[in-house]
């Protein structure tokens, strides 16, 4: 037996509140593919299929490419990312394995491509996509994903 906990449901405050920092990384500096890809790796590493479909769709929106989506699971392999994409994607890896703390390489490297502004931008929608992940997963979300394709 799976059991779920509907946040929005019994506490839909804090949902409003989660509501609010996706409405604030969704209107950051971020580029939509920057968005995506953040969004989409999290997902992956944490398991959550609803968000995973979600995002892997809205990115195919925005012009990504299935071959890039499909090889994202083994980003530090390809060349099809771009030293931002991968430094974007070095931090996503980090800050949702996070466990102590995070290796000030990565830091380094990211500011060689971004302002502080837009750092801080990337690590907010790392931490969003992290929890919704969490809330996704804990109120069953992938259950509708195979309930829309019965």
């Given amino acids: 037996?799976?059991?779920?906990?509907k946040i929005a449901e019994v506490q839909p405050e804090a949902y409003q509140a989660m509501l609010g920092l996706e409405h604030y990384v969704k209107n950051s500096g971020l580029t939509d593919i920057h968005r995506e890809l953040i969004k989409i790796r999290a997902s992956q590493l944490n398991g959550c299929a609803f968000c995973i479909d979600m995002h892997t769709t809205d990115a195919m929106k925005y012009g990504e490419s299935p071959q890039r989506i499909f090889l994202l699971d083994a980003w530090e392999e390809t060349d099809l990312f771009?030293?931002?994409?991968?430094?974007?994607?070095?931090?996503?890896?980090?800050?949702?394995?996070?466990?102590?703390?995070?290796?000030?390489?990565?830091?380094?490297?990211?500011?060689?491509?971004?302002?502080e502004t837009y750092l801080a931008q990337i690590i907010m929608a790392i931490i969003t996509i992290n929890a919704w992940n969490r809330i996704g997963i804990l109120s069953g979300a992938a259950e509708r994903i195979e309930a829309v394709q019965s």
């Fill in 82 to 115: 771009d030293e931002k994409e991968k430094a974007i994607l070095a931090l996503t890896d980090a800050v949702t394995r996070i466990h102590g703390d995070i290796p000030a390489e990565l830091i380094v490297n990211a500011r060689k491509y971004f302002d």
């Fill in 1 to 5: 037996m799976k059991a779920h906990v």
